[in-house]
Structures are given as C-alpha cells and as structure tokens.
C-alpha cells in the first residue's frame, strides 16, 4: 500500500519538475511578463469616479484604469500623445483637431471612438448637473470648450481664447460613452462608480483592470491584457500581472512593512533615510533621491482691506493690516525664516530651501534667479526699526510707530504634524523680533472657513502642491482667485504689482511661444519673492526606496518612480 | 455517659492588621451524647466562632491557634481537609442562623438538598436522592414537596427556609447538630414552631445537639444542660435545672435578671451595666470585671480559674 | 452616625497604610506633584530654551574623573553633531573644555504658582554648554526639563477634570437621587445618553466645536470641560444610587421631618456620605484623563508646543526612528506610565481599605 | 418579558434621536463643513462649491438639516457620505463587521484572561500571587495604548512571528478556510492585545471585588458547612453568584471598547470603524458621522438588552414585567 503512493508521489513530483521547466522555458522568451508590485496608499479612494472625485487617494487609484488623450512624460515633463495619436492645432491656435489610436479597447471590448470623447466633455464635464471641478479647467472666462466629432476617430475642439496649457489639461480621463449615458441622463452619474462598484464594472482603458477593493485594507489590480501599448519588440504591456495598494494609514507602519518585504515602495521622510540607508544591500533595495519635491510649505500674511459686510468691521484690524502690507515688514519676516535650521531638524537633513515660486524640481519654467532672503535675526530688526518697528520701552515687545504691540495669531492645519513643527521654529524666531505670537493649530477645514469665507485671520503656515505648469496656478495668483489667499478675489488688483501678475497670468495662458512664456514667468517668480505675498520656507527632498526586482525603473522627482508603470517588469 | 463531642484549650483568633482578636480563649467543653446542650451569651461572645472552629469553618483571617475538638475519638483540628470535609455534614451539620442568606439564591433547593446528599454519598442513586429529598421535605413538614423541590430560595419564606435548611444538615442523618441561633431572625411564633420541629426530628432521629441562642428563657424548655459564654470564654455551666435554680455567676445572674418576667411586670427589667466587651481589647483579669458588683482588685491581674464547684456545676469567679 | 463614619475613616487610613504598594503610590505622586510645582527650580532650562544646533543630543555624559583617572567634581563636555552618510547625527565631545555641574546657578527666570520668582535652578551648567539630562528634542530643548515642566499639565489636567466631572456628578446624582420620580428619570436617561456616545468620538466632536482659535491655556481649559463633561455622567449614577439608598435612612428621615430644606440635606447629608467613594473614584478616574490628553496630543489636539504636556511629548516618539535613534523620546512615556500605575495602585489600596465591596464602573 | 423588551425598544427611539441630534450639532457647531477642503483646490469653483452646499442642505441651521436628515433615516436612508460618495450604510456595513470582529476577539481575550485572574486572586487574596496579578494586570492598563501600538509593531516586525498591521495577509484569498482562520487570528493579536490589557485590570478588580463578597457571603459558608469540596463551593457556589453582576457590564463594555479601539485600528491598519470615524469627526463628513453614532448607539442599546435578557436567564430571581 505504501509503494503506489510513494511512486505517485514521485510521479507526480517528475511532471511537476518536467512542467516547470517547460514553462521556464516558455517564460525566458518572453521573462518580463508576470510578478506582483504592491505599493502603499494612506488612505482609501473616496471613490472609483475620476470625473466627481479628485482627490489625490482617489487619483492615484484610477490613474491606473484611465487615460487621457495626452499624457506628461514622467522625465523629461513633456506632453506626449496618448489616446490621440497626433493633433493639428489652427492658426490662431483656438481649433485643435485630434486624431485618436484605433487600436484602443475598452476592458469589455468595445472600441475608443471619438463618441466616448465627446461624451466625456460634453456630456460629463460641461453638465451642470454633475459636480466636477475639471469644468472649471476647461471653461475660461465662463466660456466652456466646443468639442465635436468629426469622424468615428477624429475630434474637433474650438476654444474661446488661445490656452497655452491646453495640450497638458488634455490629461482629462477619457470615460466610455457606451456604459455611461443611460447613467447620465437617469441623473445618478455624480454617484456612480462609487466604491460599492463591483470591481469588475469599472470600465477603461489603462494598463490594470480594479480586481479588488477591500475597505481600508487593499485594492487590487489585474493586467489589462489587450491594453493597446506595446515594448519596442511588439510585446503587449503592462508587464506585470497584478498591482496592489495596501492601505496603510500609519507612514511608520507603512515603514515597517516595507522592511518586512510586503511593500515594495515607500515614500521617505527625512527621519527615515538614516533607517533605511544602512539596510539598501540586505534588503534588497535602492533608495533614490530624486531632488526637490513639488509640495511647498509657506507663510502668508492676510492683506486683506476689505469689510466685513455683516459686522461691519474690516477683516483685519488697521494697525496690523498696516503691518502685514508693508513689503518691508514681510521682507523682515523673511530674514527670520530658518531654513537650515528647519530642513536638519525637521527634513534630518534632507530638505531644501525654497526661494521662488516654482519648485525647482518643475524644470522648464524655474527660475532660480530671485531675491533670496538669508537668515539673518539683526537684518531683520534692522529692516524693522526703518519702518519704525523695534522694542521701544525695553519690555522685550516691539511696537510700531504708533505704539502698537506686534502681536498677532498664527494658525496652521492640525493634521500635518511636519508643518506644525516648522511653524514652531518660526514662531520662535518671530518671537525673538520681539513679536508676540498666539500659535494655533486648527482642522483643516476651519483653517479653510477662514481662508475662503471668514477672512479671520492674520498669518497662516500652509501649503499647496506644485506642478510643472504656471498656469495651473491661475487661481492662487490672480487678484481674482479664490486662492488669491492673502487677499482673494479682488475686484481690481489691489496693488500695482499684483496687478502685474494679473496680466502677465493672462499673457501668459494665451502665450505659444515657450520661451516667452518663460520669460514672463519668470518675471512672476522674481515679484513673488520681491513683494513676499508668500514667505516660502523649505521643500523636502523626494526620496523612496524600491525594491532592485524591478527593470525599467526610472524614478525622477516629477513622476515619482513608478510614471511608467507599464513598462516595469520583474527581473529575474 | 460517653462524650460525643471535647474541646479542649481552644483558642481561635482573629488577626487583622493592627491587631488580634480573641474571639475564642481556652474553650474548654464535653458535650455527652444525646443531650441538648446550649451555649448561652450576648451577642459577639464566641459562640458563633467556637461552632465554626468545629465544624472547621474558620478561614482567613481567623486561625485556630491553640486546642483540640476530639470527635468520636478523633482530634479533628489534625484531620487532613478531605477527612474534615467528609464529616462535615455527614456526622456533624450546621443550621445557621440566618436561613434566608444560607442559602443560594441561584439553585433550586432541591439541587441544593441533592448535592449534599451526592457529596457524602456517592453511590446513591438518581432515583434514591429524589425520594429522601421528599422524604426529608415531609419530614420538617414543608407541604407538597413534590412541586416545591425545583423552587428557588426566594420563594420560601423565612420559616420555610429554615425548615429546608434542616432537612439539608439532618440529610445526612448527622451524630452531632450544631443549631447557630436558628430561630433569631425569625418571628415569635415561627420560632417556636421550628424549636419543636427541633424536638420533635431529634427523638425520631436521635442526635446530640448543641443549641447556640443568647435566649435563656428559649433554653429552659429544650435544652439539658447550659454553658454560658463570657468574651470568648465558658464562664459557668451547669444542668438547666441547676442553672435555673442557682445561677452563681454575676454574669449569669445578671442575664437572668435581664429576663422578662411574666408575673413581675412592675419590677424594672435590670439591665446589665456597661456594654459588651470589645473583643479586639478585651479588659485584663477577668473580662467581666468592668461590669461585675463583685469585682474586687484581684479581679483586674488575674482571669479566674474554671473550676468545678459542685458534680457537673463548674466556673470561673474569684468571688463565689 | 458621625461618630460612626469617622471611625471608619481612621480605619480606613490605618489599612491603607498596610498597603505598601499604594503608600509608595502616594509619595511617588506627592514626589511628582511636587516637582511639577518646583517645576521652575527643578528644571535646568525653561521648557522652550531651545539650541536648534543640538538637535536630539543624546543624554549628556557626566564625566566624574578627570584624564588622570582621579575623582573629582562632576563636569560635562560642550557637544556638537554632524551627519554621516546614512544622515545619522553623530554627536562628539569638545574635550577643550570642561563645564563643571553646578548646583544653585542661575539660568532661565521662572516663577512658582506666581508667588516666587527667581532664576535659581537646583542644578546646571555654564550657558556655553548645554546639560541634558534626558536627552534633547529635535530643537534642542532640555527633555528633562520639558518633562518637569510637562507635569503641571499633566498631573492637574486629571485632577481638574475629576474635580469638575464630581462637582456636577454629585449635584446631578444627588439631586436625581433625593427627589426620584421624573426628575430622576430625566437626568439618569441625560446620563445614559451621553455615557452610550463612544467617549472618544465625543472628546472629538467637542474638540471640534472648540478650536477656534485658542492658545493653549485655552486648549488646556477646553480639555479640562470636555474631560469633565465625558467623566460626570459615570458619577452621577452612583452617586444616585447611593442617594437611593441613603434618602431612607434615619437621619435624613430625621432631617426631613424637622423641615431642613432639601438642597440642604442633599449638601449635608447625602453628598458627604459619599466620601470615601469620592476618594476612591478621583484616583481611579484621574489616570484615565491623563491617557486621553495623551491620546488628544497625539492628534494634535491636545496641548500644543511650546508648551509641553507628557501627551505632546510622548507623541513626539511615535516614530520608529525615535525609537531606534532617540529613545530618550520615549522617557515621558515612562512618566505617564508610572503617574497611572501609582493612581491605580493608590485608588486600588483607598477602595480595599475603605470598602471591599466597591466596584469600579 | 417580551412587553419589557419591547417597551425597552420604544424607550430607544427617543435615545437614539438625541444620540444622533447630538452628533449633528457637534459637527455643525465646529466651524466651517466638509466642503470647505474642496474650496482649498485651485481648480474648482465657488459655484460648484455652493451647488454641493444645496444639494446637503449644509446651507441651512441645524435644525433644518436634522429634519430632513430625520426624514431619510425614517425611510431607512442614512444619508451620502460627502467624502466617499455613497450612502453611508454601504460604508458602514463593511467596517462594522471588521469592527466587531475585533471586538468579539478583545472580549473574548479580556474576559476570558480577567475572570479567572479575578477568581484566582480573590481565593488567593492577600497572598503574593494575588498582588503580583493585579499589579500586571495595572501595568496593562497603565500603558498608553498608541504607544503600546507601535512598541508591539516593531517588536513583531523585528522578529517577523506576527504581521505589522492590516487584517489579511496579501494571499489570503487563495487560502484554506482553516489557512485564513490563521491568518486572521495572526493579524488579531496586535490590536487584541493592545485593547485588551487596558481592560483587564478593572474587570480583573471588579471580579475580584465580587468574588471576595460572595466568599464572605453566608451560604458559601453554609455550603462548605455541607461538606462540599472546595472546588463545588468556590466554582459551583461561589462562582456564579459572583459573575452575574458581570453580565450587566457586558452589555455596557461595548461602548467602551468601540471608542477605545480608534486610535489603535488606525495605527494597526485594521478596517475599522476607527479610522473612519475619526476622519469624519474631523472631515466633519456629517451624515457618515451621525449615521455612525446612530448605528453604534442601537448595537450598543441592543448589548444593554441582552445582557438584560441573560440577566434573566441566569437570574432567577430577576423578573422583567
């Protein structure tokens, strides 16, 4: 009895062995397809819809599931083609005709025609009835893009004026007409493709196809097998079979799971280069450093001389709107930002500091040439006593002319636990001007009530993330926006040189010509770090660590080190 | 006549933190077979304490320090616990004086009458245990047993409570019954009807009980002979008869004349003067001298010797 | 009665001090409360003395023989750091010069509960150099003097809290207690609803509602209220309960029959009935405030840098790089640890020697 | 029995309103409301902005909004969460469960360690084991649990035995059932126990307490007096009076234990309501919020029941008219 099932288990062990090595030997042929990459996320998608939701968590899950007619080339920051193939612009540059792939399927095999394009703008991004803030990217002056179809692979778009980003905004996920229009006209798009879609349900055209999405714990891509990109030797990618983002809250759990081995990408803060460092060879990864990061950190002061219309009193209180509309005085304020000080203690070293207004890792419309502001405490008090601001009766406290206390709030958001930080060392330092500081920290969306609505405020830390398109900024930097923090939406530009940047946003969004393009953004960036709307204080350094098993790895600080997900295989 | 039950020397303390209790000081006492001996005092005076030290009941933070309880021969503060275990309940059984809280609220009485019964004999059977429950039930005269045996403690009322606790400590047919004030929390005429349910179990089932009660008037009608506890100690103990004729004691005498008489009830009931000795400090000599007419200086060095005066009349006063 | 109660309150105290556990409890809290309130003295810096250049300076080495091996006064070297290639901060002795410990030096002006004020400390160095006991926080300020000065927080954020949360809990326990009937209905169904609410969410959404722009002495007022708000239901039922029970009783019959007002017998008789309870439950309800400051601080709500609390101090070493590089950081988690066991043992110790039979809710 | 449970379920309707009503001022009290993020986004407008505030009712007082919330919740509809974009109860039902998972194992871990801890210390009382227990089981509870969290964490990912957070491991799909009964249970024992030893000492201390009473109590004494082994009278006599007291702190440790167990799902990864509670509060994601509270009220009134009902059944004394 024993015999038999010792021969069989032999048997079976010979054509296990045999099998294996005949798909071995299938597998060298083609040895980078297959693998698993799993990443981590810190928290969940808010939803599967790239039209409703835009939040980051949300981005970083659809990106992989849909495409855009261009796309930003993760090196060399490029727009490249996409779902459109080639385009002609007119003229007057306002008719842009693209003329789309034709080898593009939809999950479920439908063909990507120009129909599910003008769905997408015209009858997702332009219907007032679903809640999208990519309308606001395509309407300029109120007036929304014309889009039509010309033919089954060619669309036409008219715009209202010329739009030097257009190209770049293109990026817009494209979504499948064929599934969608009954959802639209039934009027449950704004909460369709929710996260209780079945993960088979979600239809595009990326590289992955949504496998799984288990709440708080993971979500799980497959291979799109018919994706319509292809490697230089005509192989169909992706390369890799499954994609996973384990949803880890907690960056020091996330930390140790990818010293465990069970992530293969972590995202480093300064405290854990010294961690992580050391165990590069043993662990079987490689820590990059890719340069500035985009994310800034700042100080504003609030410049706002408007009235409140229900109390009746202004939104700031004279003396102190005096103070914080004083170039002179915020230049001081500059002087006492600690830089160094702040990127060892805060960043362990790995930070820089960030003078204008553009992250220097955005490339081509950097301008490294503007003002810089040192530290420098007796500059500051200095610069101070001329506008008539120093210690006048030799009780540690500054006054103004006019024997005013400096004393005023300074608020960041509660949840950012770096930025607390930095706001402390500055707080230390701005006291050290003899200024009294009340230093609070308050949920975000109190701080936002404040920015957006209440305008009670004097000075805030906060932060925006960067890009590599000016223009994207439109919001922040024109007197009008919403974002215009320290003074938004004005009706006339309050200030001569606010009024400069006015027209030079305006200029430049109708600009083609690159390089004077340039030239007028750099203009913006050496008045930003003249007139110090925003005081900016560091940018951390973008450093992950990846794991050596992938090939085609080519991390860069703009596109992090996964931009080209598709082409990254699993070596063997 | 053969004595059933000897202690001898016994001392049972109490220790607590900051100091010691003698609840029970060199206990001396024969108690012969078949007779009813009750054991008289004010409350907190040892009694309770010395009935526990027998039935070995006495647990941290009390200890038996001193003494021997010889039963049927054997000293039983040396018994292993299993032995001890073994007679408790099934040769010498405890009614207390509380029924209400003797019992556990949680379990059918008659679960709690069978698991005596199991405990001590254990190859009776299911069938068996059931039929002496009832008959036990009958027997102390708890009417239609039968439907009651699955009641819980809450149902019965304090009479019957007791009346369930004594047919639980007589399951077993024990030689000696320590009865621990059984009627107190009773009412009067409960107590007497519980008092001849006593008399009338004992000449059907012929066991040697010790009466605990501070009541004297309630010893006269059942018990044989006295003792009379004083702050842990005998004091006096003599036939009931003698007793009641010839009280030599000042503190017997004074608990006699605290007894309400019926044909003098103009006379001033007597009170005895000054309270209870405190047993965490009880007075030097003899304990009862801060209350004795008698006490004279010898009283306060030394605790008089226990002595017997007379055949079967014995104790301790410096003065009689 | 009073008689009575008092008795059983020396009693009480006599067992507890058998206790030994809880007796040390006790001096170590004395030992903590007090250092909180000589915070000033005791401490070598003030809590926001920074010395950015000496980020997470290791515990300073104190140096008791000179080069010849011999013994002589405590003395410290000046430190400083640079990173290496791991970015790791690698700290070494100046040894050019000595900074002899001194005791009695003056440093940073303080002022104790504002009665006393001086620049003495108890112990310190020459300004050049920097003495840090514990270890140094990011910024270079003195983790043992942050911790001394922590404790005022610390320890009485607790204490006012369970005071407030008993104030109410006895008013509103007596209250419902005495009159019974729909008052009493009312009030205990008030309990239960905010007692069923998960305490954690309530300390949120009422932090919430607070955060409007206040500093920290404000912050430490509104976790005080709020603390006090989530603790008062729990008293109030026992004390109810115990008013239940108590409102029968003869003297309070007593008091009633003789037309003494209520809220009077309520304040006289009922409440201070309750005594022991009280001490019992303040100790063990105390180290349950000290946790939820802590946990408040660790989402940066709680009190807020500079100001230090043992909560914000100990979240700063929720890091695995403080605990693999700087794991002096975690030293406030010891503190808090110690503070809550000694309340625990001592409210352990209080309740077996003033009531076996209490239970904790 | 049945009238008492049901007049139990009325009494929880009022409860529940001003449970909820509670949450709703609570986050309408905070300044500002949840789309006050989305206006921090360069790229989207006031006007879309303003669209949403209309669509919530966010733009009228609280009574306002509570009415209509009132409403929908009388029709079995929770709500849309602002931050998901789905109605609350499809969020709801997947972490609660993972939620009561964790719980289920916390008060089996804590009950199952705390009651005989306390039994053993009470008929050991005063003896050196019995203080050396009590004085772990304090430990326990005297350790901040977040702290607690990450201490644990690391330890388990230096020696690889247990996994560093989550609730699955990568492969668990493809396992066996008894495979991912192991797994589970794996990812089970870092937030167990963190949660867990905070709770035993005071369930230890208050088993003890009864335990202790129950000694003292005079039929364990008459029990013994019967001749009982030491084992019936303290397991059999002793035991069960002592625990019944227990069973009403059952139903109320639920509460507890929900809010306890925020901090460390969200440091443990664990799928919980934790972490998105504590993301609404701060979101100030409202229907999400007050749906919750609603939600956890009911499971928590719901507790109280049954340990009512038990009560009952172990009780025989107790009667519900």
């Known amino acids: ?105 939809w999950f479920d095999g439908k063909v990507f025609t120009s129909d599910d394009v003008v769905f997408t703008f015209n009858q997702l991004i332009f219907n007032k009835d679903i809640s999208t803030s990519s309308r606001d990217i395509f309407t300029i002056e109120g007036k929304p893009f014309k889009v039509e179809k010309v033919d089954e692979f060619t669309v036409k778009f008219t715009l209202p004026t010329k739009f030097a980003p257009f190209l770049r905004s293109l990026g817009q996920e494209i979504l499948p007409k064929h599934l969608l229009s009954d959802v639209v006209e039934n009027g449950h798009f704004n909460s369709h493709w929710g996260l209780d879609t079945k993960p088979g349900d979600l239809i595009g055209t990326g590289p992955f196809i949504l496998e799984s999405y288990l709440p708080a714990e993971r979500i799980t891509f497959k291979r799109n097998p018919n994706y319509w990109k292809k490697d230089k030797e005509g192989n169909r990618l992706p390369y890799l079979d499954k994609m996973s983002y384990v949803i880890v809250q907690n960056q020091d759990v996330a930390l140790l799971k990818f010293q465990e081995g069970e992530i293969d990408y972590f995202g480093l803060r300064g405290q854990d280069f010294p961690i992580l460092k050391p165990e590069e060879k043993k662990g079987n990864f490689t820590i990059y450093n890719t340069g500035p990061a985009f994310g800034t950190n700042y100080l504003i002061f609030n410049q706002n001389t408007g009235i ?19 170039k002179k005085f915020r230049k001081a304020v500059a002087h006492v930002i600690d830089k160094e000080s702040i990127i060892n203690i805060i960043m362990n070293g790995l930070g820089f500091p960030q003078d204008s207004s553009m992250s220097p890792s955005s490339g081509f419309f950097y301008n490294p040439n503007v003002a810089k502001y040192e530290y420098n405490i007796k500059k500051a008090r200095a610069i101070l006593k001329e506008i008539g601001i120093f210690d006048r009766d030799n009780d540690g406290k500054a006054e103004d002319a006019d024997g005013n206390i400096i004393k005023f709030n300074l608020f960041t958001n509660a949840n950012n636990t770096q930025r607390i930080k930095i706001s402390n060392i500055i707080r230390k330092d701005l006291e050290r001007l003899g200024f009294t500081i009340n230093f609070v920290s308050l949920e975000f969306n109190q701080l936002v009530s404040k920015l957006d609505s209440t305008f009670a405020w004097e000075a805030i830390i906060l932060g925006l993330t960067g890009g590599i398109e000016p223009h994207f900024g439109n919001n922040v930097w024109q007197s009008s926006g919403h974002l215009h923090m320290w003074y938004p939406q004005q009706e006339t530009p309050a200030t001569a040189w606010e009024a400069e940047i006015d027209k030079i946003y305006n200029q430049g969004v109708q600009e083609l010509d690159n390089n004077k393009r340039k030239a007028l953004y750099d203009r913006w960036q050496e008045i930003v770090a003249d007139e110090l709307p925003f005081i900016y204080t560091v940018l951390p ?21 996964f931009h080209n997900l598709e082409e990254i295989y699993i070596k063997k | 006549m053969e004595n059933i039950l000897e202690i001898k020397n016994l001392h049972t303390y109490f220790f607590s933190d900051e100091a010691q209790v003698k609840a029970v000081e060199n206990l001396n006492l024969k108690v012969k077979k078949g007779e009813v001996l009750a054991l008289v005092g004010e409350s907190a005076c040892g009694k309770s304490v010395s009935a526990y030290s027998v039935m070995g009941l006495i647990d941290s933070p009390g200890k038996i320090v001193k003494g021997e309880i010889i039963f049927k021969g054997q000293d039983l503060l040396k018994l292993p616990k299993k ?60 009417s239609n047993p039968q439907s009651r045996i699955k009641d819980y403690p809450y149902n019965f009322s304090g009479g019957q409570a007791q009346r369930i606790m004594i047919a639980m400590a007589l399951s077993c047919e024990p030689k000696l019954l320590i009865a621990d004030e059984p009627t107190t929390s009773l009412d009067v005429t ?53 007793i009641f004729k010839n009280p030599l004691h000042p503190y017997t005498k004074a608990l006699f004349a605290s007894i309400p008489q019926a044909e003098s009830k103009k006379a001033r009931l007597k009170v005895i003067k000054g309270a209870v000795a405190d047993p965490s400090a009880k007075p030097s000599g003899c304990h009862f001298h801060p209350r004795c007419p008698l006490a004279k200086n010898r009283c306060k060095v030394n605790y008089p010797e226990y002595r017997e005066i007379s055949p079967g009349h014995s104790l301790s006063c410096f003065e009689i | 009665m009073k008689k009575k109660s008092y008795s059983q309150f020396a009693i009480g105290f006599k067992k507890l001090r058998k206790h030994k556990l809880a007796v040390f409890s006790f001096y170590l809290l004395l030992l903590l409360y007090a250092s909180a309130v000589f915070a000033g003295f005791l401490a070598p810096y003030h809590y926001d003395n920074e010395k950015r250049s000496l980020s997470y300076n290791p515990p300073t080495k104190i140096h008791f023989l000179n080069e010849d091996g011999k013994f002589t006064k405590p003395y410290i070297y000046e430190m400083s750091y640079k990173f290496d290639e791991f970015y790791n901060r690698i700290y070494t002795e100046d040894k050019s010069q000595k900074y002899k410990l001194n005791f009695f030096i003056r440093g940073d002006k303080y002022s104790i509960l504002g009665l006393i004020n001086s620049d003495i400390h108890l112990f310190g160095v020459d300004p050049k150099a920097r003495l840090y006991l514990l270890g140094a926080d990011s910024r270079g300020r003195d983790l043992f003097s942050r911790i001394v000065y922590g404790g005022q927080i610390s320890l009485s954020i607790g204490f006012v809290a369970v005071f407030i949360s008993l104030i109410i809990g006895l008013f509103v326990g007596g209250i419902s207690g005495y009159f019974k009937g729909k008052t009493d209905t009312i009030l205990m169904r008030l309990c239960e609803i905010i007692m069923v609410i998960p305490g954690f969410y309530l300390m949120l959404s009422l932090r919430s509602i607070f ?45 009633r029959a003789l037309g003494v007002s209520n809220l009077k017998i309520i304040a006289r008789h009922i409440i201070p009935h309750t005594f022991s309870y009280i001490v019992v439950s303040v100790s063990l309800a105390i180290p349950g405030f000290i946790l939820g400051e802590s946990a408040l601080s660790l989402l940066g709500l709680g009190i807020q840098d500079p100001y230090a609390s043992w909560g914000n101090l100990l979240s700063e070493s929720m890091a695995i790089a403080q605990i693999k590089f700087h794991p002096w950081i975690l030293i406030p988690g010891f503190f808090i640890f110690i503070t809550v066991m000694a309340f625990n043992l001592l ?15 | 029995m049945a009238t008492y449970i049901i007049r139990r379920l009325f009494f929880l309707i009022p409860l529940l309103i001003i449970m909820s009503f509670i949450g709703f001022l609570a986050i309408n009290l905070a300044p500002g409301n949840y789309f006050d993020t989305l206006k921090q986004n360069p790229q989207i407008s006031r006007e879309t902005i303003s669209e949403y505030e209309a669509k919530y009712h966010l733009d009228k007082d609280v009574f306002t909004q509570y009415f209509y919330w009132l409403v929908n919740v009388s029709k079995f509809d929770f709500g849309y969460s602002f931050a998901y974009k789905i109605p609350v109860i499809k969020i709801l039902k997947l972490r609660l469960f993972n939620t009561f998972i964790l719980s289920l194992s916390v008060i089996l871990f804590t009950w199952l360690i705390a009651i005989p801890l306390g039994i053993y210390c009470a008929v050991n009382q005063h003896k050196f084991s019995d203080r050396f227990f009590s004085f772990l089981s304090f430990i326990g509870l005297s350790i901040p649990n977040f702290f607690f969290t990450l201490l644990l964490l690391y330890f388990a990912s230096k020696t690889g035995i247990l996994p560093s957070g989550g609730m699955h491991s990568l492969g668990y799909e493809d396992l066996s059932g008894f495979g991912k009964f192991i797994d589970l249970s794996k990812h089970l024992v870092i937030p167990t126990v963190v949660i867990g030893t905070s709770g035993i000492a005071g369930l230890q201390r208050l088993m003890r307490g009864n335990m202790l009473e129950v000694l003292r109590s005079q039929y364990v004494m008459a029990a013994r007096a019967k001749g009982l082994s030491e084992n019936r009278v303290i397991y059999v006599h002793a035991l069960r009076n002592a625990i019944n007291p227990m069973v009403t702190i059952f139903g109320g440790s639920l509460s507890g234990l929900l809010s306890g167990a925020a901090l460390t799902e969200i440091i443990c990864s664990w799928p919980g309501l934790g972490s998105l509670m504590l993301e609404a509060v701060r979101s100030q994601d409202l229907f999400l919020f007050a749906g919750d509270l609603l939600m956890t009220g009911f499971l928590l009134i719901i507790g109280y029941i049954l340990a009512d009902i038990l009560l009952a059944w172990v009780d025989p004394r107790i009667q519900y008219q």
């Open chain 1, 308 to 326: 409140n219309p229900i109390t009746g009193k202004p939104y700031v209180v004279p003396a102190k709107l005096k103070w914080f509309t004083n």
């Open chain 2, 83 to 142: 032995k001890m275990q073994a007679i408790r309940g099934q040769d010498i059984s405890l009614v207390f004086q509380e029924p209400g809280s003797s019992l556990n609220p949680l379990y059918t009485i008659g679960l709690q009458i069978d698991e005596m019964i199991r405990a001590h004999n254990k190859t009776a059977s299911k069938e068996d245990r059931g039929k002496r429950i009832l008959e036990l039930l009958n027997k102390v005269g708890i």
């Open chain 1, 1 to 105: 009895m024993v015999k038999p099932i010792k021969c069989s288990i032999f048997l079976l062990f010979l054509t296990f062995t045999l099998f294996s090595a005949i798909a071995k030997d299938q597998e060298s042929k083609n040895s980078k397809y297959s693998g698993r990459i799993v990443l981590s996320t810190t928290s969940d998608p808010k939803s599967f819809n790239p039209i409703v939701a835009k939040e980051t968590s949300t981005g970083t899950i659809t990106n992989p599931i849909f495409e855009g007619l261009t796309t930003t080339n993760g090196v060399t920051t490029e727009v490249e083609p996409n779902l459109a193939q080639s385009w002609e612009v007119s003229e007057d540059g306002k008719t842009w005709t693209f003329y789309l792939r034709k080898d593009v399927k």
């Open chain 3, 347 to 361: 409210g352990d110790g209080l309740r077996d020697a003033f009531d076996p039979k209490m239970n904790i809710e």
């Open chain 3, 211 to 255: 955060s409007y722009s206040l500093n920290s002495l404000q912050i430490y007022f509104v976790i005080v209220c709020i603390m006090s708000f989530i603790g008062w239901p729990g008293v109030a039922r026992i004390v109810r309960g115990m008013a239940l029970s108590l409102r029968e009783r003869e003297f309070v019959l007593a008091a």
């Open chain 1, 541 to 561: 350094a973008s450093i992950f660590a990846v794991r050596n098993k992938f090939g085609n790895l080519n991390p860069t600080s703009y596109g992090g080190a």
């Open chain 2, 190 to 242: 409960i107590q007497a009807q519980i008092m001849n349910l006593f008399m009338r179990l004992r000449q059907e089932l012929d066991f040697t009980l010790i009466l605990i009660t501070h009541n004297l008037a309630l010893c006269s009608e059942v018990a044989d002979r006295v003792a009379i506890m004083y702050a842990g100690r005998i004091v006096e103990e003599a036939l009931i008869e003698e």
